[in-house]
């Protein structure tokens, strides 16, 4: 054993990383989907796109969430998925920060579709948001043996080798 913080302990935290954050991209991204005008509206409220870009985001967002969700759940290109979700969550963070330097007060977006009316942005949201863009950088960078379909492709590849 190499002790406690060996490849092993570090699949299991990969693990659970990616099987949370997967979640919440999951959870978060299927009201907006089912509900797209109100999600535009989200967006639109930060003021940071053009008109013309709000309703392809609004389409567009939810189903990559959705996508890049279920890859973390799977484990299936798993630190892709965190690349992506690392991604957006730089983004989501940069604009939250950019409403709360403009003072607006205003829902985040994020869950409120799904039935969390006060999800005000706050300073808590950004520091939610970079935790979740920590955990995206774990799985990127320290889940080298990740526990899924990856890892289960990667048995089946030595077998046949």
């Excluded at 990383?17 to 930060?46: Q, S």
């Excluded at 330097?101 to 006060?118: E, H, M, R, T, V």
């Amino acid at each position: 054993m190499k002790g406690l913080w060996n490849d092993s302990t570090r699949a299991w935290i990969g693990l659970a990383a990616r099987l949370y954050l997967g979640g919440v991209f999951v959870f978060a991204c299927l009201h907006k989907i089912a509900h797209p005008g109100g999600f535009a509206t989200d967006i639109a409220t930060y003021g940071l796109l053009p008109s013309a870009l709000v309703n392809l985001l609004a389409i567009a967002l939810p189903w990559i969430e959705l996508g890049t969700g279920a890859l973390l759940i799977l484990g299936f290109r798993a630190r892709a998925a965190a690349f992506c979700v690392a991604g957006m969550m730089a983004m989501f963070t940069a604009a939250l920060i950019l409403a709360l330097a403009k003072g607006l007060d205003i829902s985040c977006g994020c869950f409120a579709a799904q039935g969390i009316q006060d999800d005000p942005i706050s300073i808590s949201t950004v520091f939610r948001d970079l935790g979740w863009l920590a955990l995206s950088l774990y799985v990127i960078f320290l889940d080298r043996i990740p526990l899924g379909v990856d890892a289960w492709l990667a048995r089946k590849g030595k077998a046949h080798a």
